[in-house]
């Protein structure tokens, strides 16, 4: 690292350069961030369209937020003196160990450097645009550094704040997982707008895309390994305290060796329970298990009910679930205790483990250990 003085700034780097410059990280990920007293960090932010830079510092136990004043000859401050770039004005609060208002008495003791996982927008190439997702397009792209081709979710720039939160949100789920069927996060590009999530490139699409195209060549084995896929996915989150709540065909995808990946990790939240309050917002319907459109009740159990839907997808060949009826008709006939048949060529034991995943009461569904040591088995029967 050198001196401090080097690691901390120089007038000739960019202010992109400094390890300490967050990009337009938002404020609750700074916060996180920030843990002991003069942790410090430099952030940008969009106010009414203007640009400001933000000096984030933990101090008194609570984050505080001060904007780099620009003066007159566009040279920056705070109540000190004024200097020709941000990189100097930092590299003066820091080293002088004055604090950067007297009334807030905030001293700068630790940079805190970008996670490794914060990525330059600069080191990635887009190239195709693959698909839509609930905040941007997504796109294949090249990580220039490695030459890895990677997909790359994309936030309109014109999203509220509060959408971007959520959309980093997945990002910071993914980040802590490492499975064979649970899509893997590269990185986020957060130095500029727009900001990215970058995930390995799964070729193959997605799952109800491959079901439905390879409809008449699809074998029972495997089918079954697809249903096997799954359930290790959602038995390594189960375990780490994730709710999907949005285990659909549609949200997994295949990759070259057939492996089935759960993604879209949009609407997952990690607690072992959680009730939703913000109205019903693009709630799967019928994917989705009746505690929790009928009181808004998530647990583990919620994903197991919408398992047993995804495992009817596989053997419908990518059918749509509950055909010939509109969501609230579906809804209804659950509660009543309507339950779909069986698609042709369903072996009767995943049959039956679709009807327990679809128990009215979550307590009586099995849990995903239970159902993947099920369908392990199942698939051991068939050659």
């Not at 003066?71 to 200097?83: K, S």
Request: hydrophobic share 35%.
């Amino acid at each position: 690292m050198g001196s401090s003085k080097s690691c901390i700034g120089s007038s000739t780097r960019s202010l992109v350069d400094e390890e300490w410059f967050h990009g337009v990280l938002p404020r609750e990920e700074v916060v996180r961030l920030l843990t002991r007293e003069g942790d410090f960090l430099v952030r940008e932010t969009t106010r009414n369209t203007e640009h400001e830079m933000v000096l984030s510092v933990c101090w008194g136990g609570v984050s505080k937020h001060f904007i780099v004043q620009t003066t007159q000859e566009g040279q920056y401050r705070f109540e000190g003196p004024a200097f020709p770039t941000i990189q100097e004005l930092i590299l003066y609060q820091h080293q002088s160990g004055l604090p950067v208002t007297s009334r807030s008495g905030a001293v700068l003791r630790q940079p805190i450097a970008r996670e490794v996982w914060e990525l330059n927008n600069d080191d990635l190439l887009l190239l195709d645009k693959i698909g839509r997702g609930n905040f941007g397009d997504v796109y294949k792209a090249r990580l220039r550094t490695t030459n890895q081709e990677v997909a790359v979710k994309t936030c309109r720039v014109t999203v509220p704040d509060e959408h971007k939160r959520k959309f980093l949100q997945e990002g910071r789920i993914l980040k802590q997982y490492d499975h064979p069927n649970i899509v893997k996060l590269i990185g986020i590009c957060v130095q500029k707008q727009p900001i990215m999530i970058v995930m390995e490139l799964v070729v193959g699409g997605s799952l109800l895309t491959f079901l439905r195209n390879n409809a008449t060549n699809l074998a029972l084995k495997q089918q079954l390994l697809m249903c096997k896929d799954t359930a290790a996915g959602m038995r390594y989150l189960e375990s780490k305290n994730c709710i999907h709540r949005d285990l659909a065909a549609r949200n997994c995808l295949v990759s070259s060796d057939n492996t089935v990946k759960i993604s879209d990790f949009g609407m997952s939240r990690e607690e072992e329970e959680y009730i939703v309050s913000d109205g019903m917002k693009q709630i799967p319907i019928k994917w989705t298990a009746p505690e929790a459109l009928n009181f808004g009740k998530y647990t583990s159990l919620c994903d197991v009910w919408s398992y047993g839907v995804l495992t009817w997808e596989i053997f419908a060949k990518g059918g749509t679930p509950y055909p010939g009826y509109s969501n609230s008709k579906a809804r209804e006939k659950i509660d009543q205790g309507y339950r779909m048949p069986a698609p042709d060529g369903t072996p009767n034991e995943m049959y039956q483990l679709m009807l327990r995943c679809w128990e009215y009461q979550p307590e009586n569904r099995p849990h995903f250990d239970q159902i993947f040591s099920i369908v392990d088995k199942i698939c051991s029967n068939y050659r």
